[in-house]
């Protein structure tokens, strides 16, 4: 195929890891994103051993695992008897097996964005898109951008490319970045439920760039319509019912000052159908989002960028390049898509049903083999071996 000229739309963790790839196999590559100063918003997020695999394609491995935490468990107890109702390891899928990496988002975005740079990706900030048209973009201030070989929607779960902005799930969470410090594991992501109606998480998640603390990501479920009520509530009310379903966090809690110290994420589930539209393809949380109980959307963001790299590497043309980007990607996607819908509501959710199932059916069940190593292979993003089929088209 000749050099081609890719806008990529998006500068989050699916748009510079499309960039780099891209780079690499000698593309030309502009990344437009809105914001003056690209940066990611949040706390902290699970790298699974697949996207660790592609942060090594990309060249960005070695100083991400500097930066990160090692996550050798998921563990989560249940109020009042304090049952355990989660626990996975990673080494459950064998001795050797890698494990996942708790990071800061901004430590991810700032290896990803200079691992960008230093491929000679260029980077357009400030430039709201707001649709696309015969493979130009079009900005919101009116302008039309020029004309490339192809387009990459890496705009997120709301792009404006992707159709009508998904609903949001009844449940979201807060979340903060603070000072690791208490008695937690620091090598797990450690939770307290009641029912499916609360909870409450502890993760490592290493620490920034340039500094030296340590630190954790903390976060407390909370839905769409209580966000009004507990942000009118005195911060002090909400520590006491934290403190009440896990009294540990109290030294986290002290760094939590007012509610503008927490930022409430909000979370959707929505696959498209297929990746590839008419003007432009879609990688990341613009093709596929959904909440984080699996910690799987940056990976999959990741696996996007390099299914799509390894089809325009391996195709003699844009449209089976794109055919073939699909169909490297879609059965691991429907698969994770399903497998999350359907764990979410065992921890996020009203209903008392799902939270028993949890405790007392799914809780003895996942202690007994084959099932751990099989929910470890999940939560590492195996199943499918969706690497295994890149390595194919290769
Ligand atoms: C609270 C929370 C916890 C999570 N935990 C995990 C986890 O543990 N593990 C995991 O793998 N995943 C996790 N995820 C999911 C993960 O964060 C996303 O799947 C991932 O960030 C998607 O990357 P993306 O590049 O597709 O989109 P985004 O990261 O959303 O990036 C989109 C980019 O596009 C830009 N943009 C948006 N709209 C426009 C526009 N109109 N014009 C120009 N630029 C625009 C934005 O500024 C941004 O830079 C979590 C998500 C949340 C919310």
Redesign the pocket.
């Known amino acids: 195929m000749k050099r081609l000229d890719i806008a990529i739309?998006?500068?989050?963790?699916?748009?510079?890891?499309v960039a780099t790839l891209l780079r690499q196999m000698g593309a030309n590559v502009v990344i437009?994103?809105?914001?003056e100063t690209?940066?990611?918003?949040?706390?902290?997020?699970?790298?699974?051993p697949v996207?660790l695999h592609v942060l090594d394609l990309i060249g960005a491995g070695t100083a991400i695992r500097e930066l990160g935490a090692p996550i050798m468990r998921l563990f989560g107890k249940a109020a009042p008897n304090q049952n355990v109702v989660l626990d996975v390891r990673y080494a459950d899928r064998g001795r050797n097996a890698p494990c996942?990496l708790?990071v800061h988002?901004g430590a991810l975005?700032q290896v990803l964005y200079e691992a960008a740079l230093a491929s000679g990706a260029e980077i357009e900030s400030g430039?709201?898109?707001?649709d696309v048209r015969d493979r130009r973009l079009v900005?919101?201030d009116g302008s039309v951008g020029a004309a490339f070989d192809l387009i990459v929607d890496?705009?997120?779960?709301?792009?404006?490319?992707a159709g009508a902005p998904p609903k949001p799930l009844t449940f979201?969470?807060l979340?903060a970045s603070l000072d690791w410090t208490g008695p937690f594991d620091g090598a797990a992501?450690e939770q307290r439920y009641r029912q499916a109606r609360k909870m409450v998480g502890v993760?490592p998640i290493g620490r920034l760039k340039g500094k030296d603390r340590k630190q954790a990501?903390f976060?407390w479920s909370l839905k769409h319509t209580d966000r009004a009520a507990w942000a009118s509530t005195p911060i002090e009310a909400w520590k006491d019912e934290v403190r009440a379903l896990w009294p540990e966090t109290e030294p986290l809690l002290a760094q939590i000052h007012t509610h503008d110290d927490l930022v409430f994420?909000?979370?959707a589930h929505r696959t498209l159908a297929d990746p590839v539209a008419r003007d432009c393809v879609h990688?990341?949380?613009?093709?596929h989002?959904?909440?984080?109980q699996?910690?799987?959307?940056?990976?999959?963001?990741?696996l996007?960028a390099l299914a799509l790299a390894r089809a325009l590497e391996t195709q003699s043309n844009l449209d089976a390049a794109l055919g073939e980007y699909a169909r490297l990607r879609l059965w691991h996607i429907r698969l994770y898509q399903t497998a999350s819908w359907m764990f979410t509501p065992a921890y996020q959710s009203d209903s008392a049903a799902f939270a028993a199932l949890r405790d007392w059916i799914m809780s003895p069940l996942s202690r007994t083999p084959p099932a751990p190593a099989v929910l470890a292979g999940l939560v590492a993003?195996e199943i499918g071996s969706p690497l295994r089929a890149m390595r194919r088209a290769r």
């Open positions: 739309a998006g500068c989050g963790v699916a748009g510079l890891s437009f994103d809105k914001l690209p940066q990611p918003l949040g706390s902290g997020i699970i790298l699974q996207g996942g708790g988002r975005f430039r709201e898109v707001v900005f919101a890496a705009l997120g779960m709301r792009s404006p490319l979201g969470a979340w992501l993760m990501a976060f994420a909000t979370y990688v990341g949380d613009s093709w989002c959904t909440s984080p699996l910690g799987q959307g940056a990976n999959m963001a990741l996007d993003g």
